[in-house]
């Protein structure tokens, strides 16, 4: 059961979520490892760096057809901050 979303934050509809951690997974090779709970900053996760993170943004973008702004970019701190900006571009519907 997933826990509710912090104070302030969308939730991130269950079928967008998957699709957010297949994609991270993909990507860093993480093999289910990490979860959207995780509050360690993004670049201590295994298999991240900077290039790796501006590929995988890249990625999400266009999968997901939204657009960060290089400020909401800057502020992403964890893989939950992440999910809560993705569910307020994208939505939390179908």
Known sequence: MNP???QNQAALAPHL???LHRLLDREFEWNGTVTEEDDRPLL???GVDSLGLL???TCIQKEF???F???ELFD???VGDLRALLAAKA????
């Open 17 to 19: 979520q998957e699709r």
């Open 65 to 67: 057809s939204v657009a």
């Open 76 to 78: 992403l701190r964890t």
């Open 4 to 6: 509710p979303p912090k």
């Open 44 to 46: 201590n996760l295994p």
């Open 55 to 57: 590929r995988a943004m």
């Open 69 to 71: 702004s290089d400020e």
């Open 91 to 94: 939505g939390s519907g179908p």
